[in-house]
């Protein structure tokens, strides 16, 4: 049984700088895809990063340049690194991973608009960004 769980949001000012992490157990991180997605308050679900078994990332447009997505598969951690927020950025920030060879993980790869097809979820952390 796969569970994802998220940590590290909170509320800052606009220009801060949050790291968010996604523990996980029931998987094993070196054979899956991971990835971030966030949803603010009456919008759907979209794509923030990801990242293939072998490293490959994709990321949004809105947070190219300032979000890094990276992952420690020996501590089955998931890690998003959020500089220079914007008040856009406000959302719950989910985790999500698919195994290699399943659908959002062919052949290890993915990208923001893959994943989201089937893959297990987290619970979420919020993230508020003011001005």
């Known amino acids: 049984q796969v569970q994802l769980l998220e940590s590290g949001g909170g509320s800052v000012q606009a220009g801060e700088s949050l790291r968010l992490s996604c523990a996980g157990s029931?998987?094993?991180?070196?054979?899956?895809?991971m990835g971030w997605f966030r949803q603010a308050p009456g919008k759907e679900r979209a794509g923030v990063a990801t990242i293939g078994v072998h490293g490959s990332t994709s990321y949004a447009d809105s947070v190219k340049g300032r979000f890094t997505i990276s992952r420690d598969n020996a501590k089955n951690t998931l890690y998003l690194q959020m500089n220079n927020l914007k008040p856009e950025d406000t959302a719950a920030y989910y985790c999500?991973?698919?195994?290699?060879?399943?659908?959002?993980?062919?052949?290890?790869?993915?990208?923001?608009?893959?994943?989201?097809?089937?893959?297990?979820w987290g619970q979420g952390t919020q993230v508020t960004v003011s001005s």
């Open positions: 999500a991973a698919a195994q290699a060879g399943a659908p959002g993980c062919a052949f290890g790869f993915t990208d923001v608009q893959t994943l989201g097809v089937a893959a297990s």
């Open positions: 029931g998987i094993t991180y070196e054979r899956c895809c």
